[in-house]
C-alpha cells in the first residue's frame, strides 16, 4: 500500500514561513507516512471535517485529513511549537 500525501494551498503557505532545516524534517516525517500511512494520534472535527494533528520531535504540529478509501492525506496546517 502506497499512500499519497500532499499539501493543501494552507499547509504549502504555513510550510513556507519556516527556516529550510524545519521544512526538510516535516517532509521527511511526511515521506515516512507514504509507506504506513499517517498516524493517529491526535483527533478533532472541525465543522464537520475529521482532522489530525502529529507532532514531529521537534515540537512542529502538522494538521491533515485523512481519505482511507483513496489512501491520501492532506496537510492542511503547518505550526510552530
Known sequence: MTWHV???NFGDA????FTEPV???VA???LDWTEE??????HCTLADAELWEHHL???IAVV???DDELEHVG?????PP
Open 23 to 25: 521544512r526538510n524534517d
Open 6 to 8: 500532499f499539501l493543501t
Open 28 to 30: 521527511n516525517a511526511l
Open 64 to 66: 491533515y485529513f485523512i
Open 57 to 59: 520531535d521537534s515540537g
Open 75 to 79: 496537510v492542511v496546517g503547518v505550526r
Open 14 to 17: 504555513d510550510l513556507e514561513r
Open 37 to 42: 500511512g499517517p498516524p493517529r494520534a491526535h
